[in-house]
């Protein structure tokens, strides 16, 4: 399943962005009826999958309770079997998990995803560590979930995270701090384009998001 195939099209998609991405068939008959009707391309490769009459981009929408963001286990956080905790965290919190899988970045995948540090000292050993194991990548949705999401990883440095964050609670090094999540709108809608397609995002409604949200 996440064979060459899947190399293939995560190294196309970063080279491309992921506006070029495959379709599953139902964006594509809506990318064909978007062009049709005179649409932009812009506008009709950010359309995704819809949950009930809502139409969510797959990069989500940001600043709504179905904003989304990247969050993966790297693999010390797996080797440590922090798999249950850090997800019974966003979890309990009440973020919606949308996608996950288990994956062994090829470095070519951990470069990709570490592109915008390609120039740092700790860029070969980052790529490094980042592909010597499974992790666990996954795409949570909720209000704010960019931001809080940063909040409950904690500092990058686990000596300056808070205690009650994961990496305050989990991690020592810089190095080995058990979790990754995006940092901002845009690298949330580049990371879910590059680690997902589509048709792995699932749209589905908590039983008990009516407990969770005053408006939804
Ligand atoms: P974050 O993961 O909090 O978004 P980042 O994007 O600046 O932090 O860096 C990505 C990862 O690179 C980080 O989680 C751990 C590693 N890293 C950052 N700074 C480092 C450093 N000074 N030495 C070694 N690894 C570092
Ligand atoms: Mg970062």
Redesign the pocket.
Known sequence: MFGRGFVRAARSKFVKGFASSARAPAVRRIGALGLAAGLTLAMTSTVALTEGKKTIPHGGLPGTPYERSFIAIKPDGIQRGLIGEIIARFEKKGFKLVALKLITPTPEIAAGH?DD?KD?P?FG??VNFFSSGPVVAMVWEGSNVIKTGRQM?GA?NPAASMPGTIRGDYAID??R?VC??S?GPESAAKEIGFWFSPSELYNWTPADATWKYEKL
């Open positions: 570490y540090l740092k700790f050993g980052l990883l990058t810089v190095g701090n990754h999540g940092d």
